[in-house]
Structures are given as structure tokens and as C-alpha cells.
């Protein structure tokens, strides 16, 4: 919820807001997924007494090595670039739950009533962490129309989401490769290991590798990859939802309409469980 103080200077009342702080939430489900699932492969690794024997160089480097060059052909280096830096946001980003959303909106909206939508001025610089909301708010400051409002709005959320999906794709397409990465390099082991059967000593790196690349690539591509797109995909469906609350609440608020008739509308957004009831 939204925490409020006021104060009385030279006679006028001036509104200060405290918008809770933005920052980075770690995601325990995201590190007790994949490191779980790493620390109990690792741990059989351990039990069977030949962990060594499941770490071979040439299979990294075809697995690895192979997966990141050729998901750059589906891509351009700024996106694979980005990927990488959103594998880490899955555990550590910016979170905002739709109810806390629907909880700042009906504040401002009810401080725009109360008090007119110049009041919302003082608000938006404690707004950095939240740069649609500010953004939305600055534009209803401004003055612009509410249909206006909403057009701007509705195609900034789009074109976040886009992106976003697009990122997550990346992921997905890696997910595609590194088992296909794996089968090539079980392939090469298969031909090493027959073009050398006169020779026993080198018939047992050449099955390593065959059967290794095949492990390496399931595990990226079921441990990593695709858990982490799928991480990503939620979390775009979500800040869709929030973008979606404040620009519905932007344009009511242009629109200087009652608080209570945007509850309803916002709490229609939510899921049951989670609704709203501000003005109770």
C-alpha cells in the first residue's frame, strides 16, 4: 500500500507521497529450481565415485560453444547481448504485484480528486523506480486528453511486451539447440570411436564424448534455457497487467472520474482472491 504524510507550510497544505521502494527482489523459486537441480545431479556425480569422468572439453565447447554461435543466426548480437543479461533478471528484478499496483493507483486518483490533478505534480519525482507510472502521470499533469492518455500508453505496454517476448524467445530458441548441439556431437564421437575401433585406447574418449554432449545438452536446455523462458514470459504477462492498471487509471483520472467507479474497474483485472477494497 501507499504510505502518505501531510504538512502545512505558509498556510497551504502541501501532500508528500512515499511510494514503497522498487528494487531488486530475489526470486527464491527461480535459485531453489536451478540450483536444486544442479546440486542433486552433482550430487550423484559425487556418489558414484567418477565425478571427473562427466567433464570432457570438447563437449563443452561443441554443446556451449555451438548452442550460443548458432542461436546468433536466428539473432543480432545487441539481442543475444541482452539475453544474457536477462537469464540473470529471472532470479533478481524489479517486481510489482497487480495489487499493490491497483493500491497506488486508487491513491492517486483519489488525491486527484480530493485535491485536483496538479497535486499529482509532487508525486512524480519519487517515481524513478516506476518510470510507467511516472510517465502516465506526467502526462495527466500535463493536461493531455484522457483518449490520448491511453493510445500513448497502450502502445508503450505493447511495445515493452514485445520486447520482453522477444528476449524470452531467444531463450526458447537456445533451448531448441543445445539438445540438436548434442546429437551433432554424439554423431562426431559415434564416427571417432568406429574409425578407430584397431586402436582400444582411443575408442573410450571418443564414446565420451558421444554420450557427454548428448548429457550437456538436455541439461542446458531442460535445466536452464526453457525454465528460464518460461520464467520470463510470466514475468511480462505480469508487468502487462500492472502496465495495463495504470493506464486504465491515467486516463480516469484525465477524466476526473469518481475513485470508486475505478475500483470496480481495476478489481476486474484481478483475480478474486486478490481484489481490492480501498474504500472499505
Request: charge should be negative; hydrophobic fraction near 50%.
Amino acid at each position: 500500500m501507499v504510505d502518505t504524510q501531510a504538512s502545512s507550510t505558509d498556510g497551504q497544505l502541501a501532500v508528500e507521497i512515499q511510494i514503497p521502494r522498487l528494487g531488486p527482489t530475489v526470486d527464491f523459486a527461480t535459485l531453489l529450481g536451478v540450483g536444486g537441480a544442479f546440486a542433486m545431479i552433482a550430487g550423484a556425480m559425487m556418489l558414484s565415485g567418477q565425478a571427473a569422468a562427466f567433464f570432457d572439453v570438447p563437449s563443452i565447447l561443441i554443446v556451449i560453444g555451438g548452442t550460443f554461435l548458432v542461436t546468433t543466426i536466428s539473432f543480432s548480437l545487441g539481442e543475444i547481448a541482452l539475453a544474457q543479461g536477462l537469464m540473470f533478471r529471472a532470479a533478481v528484478y524489479h517486481t510489482e504485484s497487480p495489487e499493490n499496483a491497483v493500491g497506488q493507483a486508487l491513491y492517486l486518483a483519489d488525491l486527484a480528486r480530493k485535491r485536483g490533478r496538479l497535486a499529482l505534480q509532487s508525486v512524480t519525482e519519487q517515481l524513478d523506480e516506476a518510470p510507467f507510472l511516472q510517465r502516465a502521470i506526467i502526462m495527466v499533469v500535463d493536461g493531455i486528453p484522457a483518449e490520448e492518455v491511453e493510445r500513448v500508453l497502450s502502445r508503450d505496454s505493447e511495445a515493452s511486451f514485445e520486447r520482453h517476448q522477444r528476449s524470452a524467445g531467444i531463450l526458447r530458441r537456445a533451448g531448441e539447440v543445445a539438445p540438436a548441439m548434442g546429437l551433432i556431437g554424439t554423431l562426431i564421437g559415434l564416427v571417432q570411436m568406429l574409425g578407430s575401433l584397431d586402436d582400444p585406447s582411443s575408442i573410450g574418449p571418443a564414446m565420451a564424448v558421444a554420450l557427454l554432449t548428448t548429457f550437456y545438452g538436455a541439461v542446458l536446455a531442460n535445466m536452464v534455457f526453457n525454465p528460464l523462458a518460461g520464467k520470463l514470459e510470466r514475468n511480462a504477462h505480469i508487468e502487462a497487467t500492472v502496465c495495463r492498471i495504470y493506464t486504465i487509471s491515467a486516463a480516469s483520472i484525465s477524466r476526473q472520474e469518481n475513485p470508486r467507479r475505478l475500483e470496480m474497474m481495476l478489481n476486474t483485472i484481478l483475480p478474486p482472491a486478490s481484489r481490492v477494497a480501498y474504500f472499505d
